[in-house]
Structures are given as C-alpha cells and as structure tokens.
C-alpha cells in the first residue's frame, strides 16, 4: 500500500500556473506508476497524465497536451503536476494515484490501486 497526501490546488483566475505536488509513504515508491486524475462536479473522474516508475515515459489527456506537465522525484517520494495557460474547464478535484500498471491502467480508473483524498483547484475565467 501506498499513501498520498496531495497539496498546491486552490483557486486562480484563468491564464496562470499552479503546481500539484503528491507526497507518497512507503519505501517502494520508486517502484510504482503515477498519475493525476480529476473529476469536476457532476462529472466521472478521468485521467490527466501518468508517468512511469522511471520518470521516462509520460502520457497526457488531449485537452492538456502542451500546457500540463508530469515528473517525479524518487528522492523525494515526490510527484508533481505543472499546470500552464488553466482553462475554467481544468477546474475540478485533483487526485494523485499510484499503481505499479498506472500507465496501462490510465483509462480504467476504478483498477487502480491507491488515493490520494485530493486537491481543488478551481478556474474562473
């Protein structure tokens, strides 16, 4: 089991940054997958971006293709999430997940294995 503590949400006007940081327990963090997922209101939650236990390899949503950007420090237990150019469309609550198959699991949510308790982040425009 891995535990999550996600921090860096809060509320923005459209057009800036903020930065997600996910803090995960447990020695074999450097071993696992991660991912960030949100769910607007109303709304199933749905893959953002993952990247693999190395770092190397990232998979983007199309609709933050280019503004968002994954990376992990395994020093740190650390993953975060850089959000550019935010849309009122990225508004929701921000989850950090992590599973050892996060990448081939990316679509199918409810596989994976662990939670964070997640982060708002909310856009206006």
């Known amino acids: 089991q891995v535990q999550l503590v996600e921090s860096g949400g809060g509320s923005v006007q459209a057009g800036v940054s903020l930065r997600l940081s996910c803090l995960a327990s447990?020695?074999?963090?450097?071993?696992?997958?991660m991912g960030w997922f949100r769910q607007a209101p109303g709304k199933e939650r749905e893959f953002v971006s993952v990247?693999?236990?190395?770092?190397?390899?990232?998979y983007y949503t199309d609709s933050v293709k280019g503004r968002f950007t994954i990376s992990r420090d395994n020093a740190k237990n650390t993953v975060y999430l850089q959000m550019n150019s935010l849309k009122a469309e990225d508004t929701g609550v921000y989850y950090c997940a992590a599973d050892p198959s996060i990448v081939t699991k990316r679509t199918s949510v409810r596989q994976i294995e662990n939670w964070g308790q997640g982060t708002q982040v909310t856009v206006s425009s």
């Open positions: 990247i693999n236990w190395s770092g190397d390899t990232t």
């Open positions: 447990g020695r074999t963090f450097s071993t696992y997958g």
